[in-house]
């Protein structure tokens, strides 16, 4: 289980990182919905306390780390508020460049 | 009451930002507001920093009287008071900037209430014991810089915000590994908490990740190389209020992570402080050349401000008290010349035919505003670091305590010492040279117009805020003794982490 968890955050950041650096604005958003929830998932399976009780209960009656659920609640409503923003942004550039590639941004350079 | 007084600075401006959106009706009753706001604010500060200093106790706070390590901790000690009172002194600039400005933006009717969250962001992070408490702090910070640069009269001003919104996610992505890697090992996110079990157990194996993932995300923040890009454009386009406090305070929410993290955190990631050193210096080098390049004021100022950070990071780097204090010295004056020289550059802007600091609009319009030129002049002194301004005093500061660590042999390595010592001080003479080549530029050259049509505008920003800048960088370059005894006195309190932590332990 914990070698799953482990591919699978791997796996999600590598996505998330490689969509951060295409050229599409889209997929740089993708990315960082992506990227946030290898975060998220980093923060369950590895928050528990002293490595001792995990932040998910398993068993009846077993107490969890309560913490790291604050942690990626608090992280989730800031990434969603985040994700939002960047799409209204990208809205934007959008209508003002006509374009959907990063790299025609650029008025700033010249 | 009085146990609230160390949140105070933080929670005062979150308060008064959310009555001042209830007054986005009321123009002129919204700033009259935010501006008092931002007053309080700064007087609690100092008297937080005046009380601190002469007790020689921290201030604390646990919020929702949770106790110790569970709740969130607010840990003023000198530090932390020292640079929240430089914040918020600098920000009360900022509002009297903006009060006097003509930018559309900052009449826009959510440009106070943003501009007071900025505020909270970056005192709450200064101030927070918690170092999830941080990220919270820093993310309302990046957003409220975020759309505060978004609405600016610059027409590159959403692609400045895309670009800067963007380095930060992934800042906030490092800083949120680093903290999970950090709770994994150690079981607690209170800041003293985590010194104390940092120290009794070093080996375990998520500590050097996690200080890895921070130290990135600190440089993110303060904007120093390797992560530098995003700063030139995004003070080109952000309003001149906005920029002038990203350049000069936002930015040191980085280096007090850094000395958190070289003196608290992490004293035994011996690989930090080199690392520091390396950075800083190819900072004051390549930004002094970035700026010699630009064409654009504000993109000097800019590159600038990156130069800069170098010669604080090469002070933390070196890790003695004197050099810390040093360091925090360079902190304190750098934020009021950066901000003072980020609103002169707006100031002519405003005046400019059209609204850019590009040098080929500004140059020559100088010619109309000798009181700019003056203000300008001593600005430029400070900032290259010649008498009798505050840059003098620090840039002194700073190559004595290198000389002094040299003579006391505390580094010996001649790669860590001299030659850092030797790039800064030549680079050093590159500020000297942009700086008075703008100021030649703009005074000295004659105005051109590119059409018969084309005027320096009559009528511009205020100039009393960068006015009062700078008779305050002259006047602790006059008057420097007891900034000198402050910072001392801090430089000795980040040695000895053990003062910080057990101000927690009172609380337990």
């Given at each position: 289980m914990d070698l799953i968890r482990a591919l699978a955050i791997g796996a999600l950041f590598g996505i998330g990182l490689y969509q951060i650096l295409r050229r599409n604005v889209i997929r740089v958003a993708i990315g960082l919905v992506v990227l946030s929830n290898a975060i998220n998932l980093f923060l369950l399976s590895v928050g528990a306390y002293e490595g001792l009780v995990?932040?998910?209960?398993?068993?009846?009656g077993q107490r969890s780390d309560a913490l790291p659920q604050a942690l990626i609640l608090t992280a989730i409503v800031i990434s969603m508020g985040g994700f939002a923003f960047v799409l209204a942004l990208i809205y934007v550039l959008s209508a003002r460049y006509r374009t959907s590639d990063n790299d025609e941004v650029t008025g700033l350079s010249h | 009451m009085n146990d609230l007084l160390p949140a105070l600075p933080m929670l005062i401006p979150l308060a008064g930002a959310a009555v001042a959106v209830l007054l986005r009706g009321n123009f002129a009753l919204q700033r009259a507001w935010a501006f008092a706001v931002m007053l309080a604010a700064f007087a609690i500060s100092a008297r937080n920093l005046w009380v601190v200093w002469q007790t020689g106790q921290p201030l604390v706070f646990q919020m929702g009287a949770?106790?110790?390590?569970?709740g969130i901790t607010i840990a003023v000690d000198l530090l932390s008071a020292f640079f929240a009172f430089m914040a918020q002194l600098v920000f009360v600039f900022g509002f009297l900037y903006a009060l006097g400005a003509k930018d559309k933006a900052v009449r826009h009717n959510t440009f106070y209430p943003l501009f007071l969250t900025l505020a909270t962001g970056l005192t709450g992070g200064l101030i927070t014991g918690d170092i999830f408490n941080l990220f919270v702090m820093a993310e309302l910070m990046v957003i409220s810089a975020v759309v505060l640069t978004a609405i600016?009269?610059?027409?590159?001003g959403a692609e400045a915000a895309y670009k800067y919104f963007l380095i930060s996610s992934v800042a906030t992505f490092t800083l949120l590994f680093g903290i999970g890697g950090l709770y994994a090992s150690y079981?607690?996110?209170?800041m003293a908490d985590l010194a104390e079990r940092i120290a009794a157990a070093?080996?375990?194996?998520l500590l050097a990740a996690s200080v890895v993932f921070l130290a990135v995300t600190f440089a993110i923040k303060s904007a120093?190389?390797?992560?530098?890009?995003?700063q030139p454009d995004f003070h080109t386009a952000s309003p001149t209020p906005v920029s002038a406090m990203l350049s000069s305070v936002v930015v040191k929410l980085g280096v007090y992570g850094y000395i958190r993290l070289s003196t608290?955190?992490?004293?035994?990631?011996?690989w930090l402080q080199p690392a520091l050193i390396v950075a800083g210096v190819i900072g004051v080098v390549f930004g002094g050349l970035g700026a010699l390049g630009t064409h654009n004021v504000k993109r000097m100022f800019a590159y600038s401000t990156l130069a800069q950070i170098g010669f604080i990071f090469v002070g933390i780097g070196w890790g003695t008290p004197a050099a810390l204090a040093a360091a925090v010295l360079f902190t304190f004056n750098h934020a009021l010349i950066k901000s003072a020289m980020l609103m002169l550059s707006g100031y002519l802007a405003s005046r400019?035919?059209?609204?850019?600091?590009a040098f080929s609009v500004v140059r020559g319009t100088g010619k109309y505003a000798p009181l700019a030129g003056v203000v300008f002049f001593l600005g430029c002194m400070a900032l290259a670091g010649l008498?009798?301004?505050n840059g003098f005093i620090s840039k002194l500061a700073l190559f004595q305590s290198g000389i002094l660590a040299a003579h006391d042999r505390t580094i010996e390595s001649t790669v860590q010492l001299w030659l850092p010592l030797l790039l800064i001080g030549v680079s050093g003479i590159l500020t000297v040279v942009y700086s008075f080549r703008a100021l030649m530029r703009i005074w000295w050259e004659p105005f051109e117009p590119?059409?018969?049509?084309?005027k320096v505008k009559p009528h511009g920003d205020s100039l009393l805020a960068p006015a009062g800048l700078v008779a305050l960088c002259l006047i602790l370059g006059l008057w420097g003794q007891p900034l000198l005894d402050l910072v001392q006195d801090v430089g000795a309190w980040v040695v000895q982490p053990e003062r910080y932590i057990a101000s927690i332990a009172l609380l337990r």
């Open positions: 995990e932040a998910y209960a398993k068993a009846v | 949770w106790a110790a390590p569970f600016s009269d610059d027409k590159y079981g607690t996110l209170n070093p080996d375990r194996p120093a190389v390797p992560f530098h890009f995003w608290l955190l992490a004293p035994q990631a011996t400019a035919p059209i609204k850019t600091a008498p009798p301004t590119r059409s018969p049509e084309e």
